[in-house]
């Protein structure tokens, strides 16, 4: 799996922005576009979708795609995600909680967007139940949350499958140390 590590202030800052987060999420999961069908598919004007995606390709986040052509004019711009994930790690971390923000904002989306299509009939009764959120408490030291992590995305990464029956799956890992105020 290619992903890019961002742990540079000014890359975490252009991905501190929840459209270019989306943007990015759009054409990883959807796949590529034009500024257009991404305005379409997030519910925003192609001018602004347009800015960003010059901003995400500047900085390496997408690129063009001209194997899908220019259209029946020539004027249609496509777009695809360089990487199938993002990392953070390194930058400040002012810039991380800002990241982190936007991310939750984008991910709420997701779980309402899964939430609305439910109530559409548009998931089986297995999805739906196969799906859903949890937390859990525990006692563990900064190595044993690494390693925690470390077993967590293993798993994921085991879950994977292209068999028949397969759909794309948000998996949100969040970790964080806590103490009684």
């Not at 576009?33 to 995606?53: C, E, K, N, V």
């Not at 879950?159 to 948000?170: F, I, K, M, S, Y």
């Amino acid at each position: 799996m290619s992903e890019m590590v961002v742990s540079d202030s000014v890359l975490m800052r252009v991905m501190a922005h929840p459209l270019r987060m989306r943007i990015v999420g759009s054409l990883r999961v959807d796949g590529p576009a034009t500024s257009a069908i991404l305005a379409r598919r997030l519910g925003t004007d192609s001018g602004q979708t347009s800015h960003h995606l010059r901003l995400l390709a500047r900085h390496g986040f997408v690129e063009d795609a001209p194997e899908l052509g220019r259209g029946a004019h020539g004027r249609e711009r496509w777009w695809k995600a360089v990487h199938e994930s993002t990392l953070l790690g390194g930058g400040s971390r002012e810039d991380e909680v800002a990241v982190e923000r936007a991310s939750r904002e984008v991910w709420g989306a997701w779980i309402e967007t899964f939430h609305a299509q439910v109530a559409q009939g548009r998931w089986s009764p297995a999805w739906q139940e196969a799906s859903g959120g949890s937390d859990q408490v525990i006692r563990t030291t900064p190595e044993g949350l690494e390693r925690l992590q470390e077993r967590i995305w293993q798993a994921v990464e085991e879950a994977r499958t292209n068999e028949p029956g397969a759909e794309q799956v948000l998996v949100i890992l969040q970790t964080y140390p806590h103490r009684a105020s």
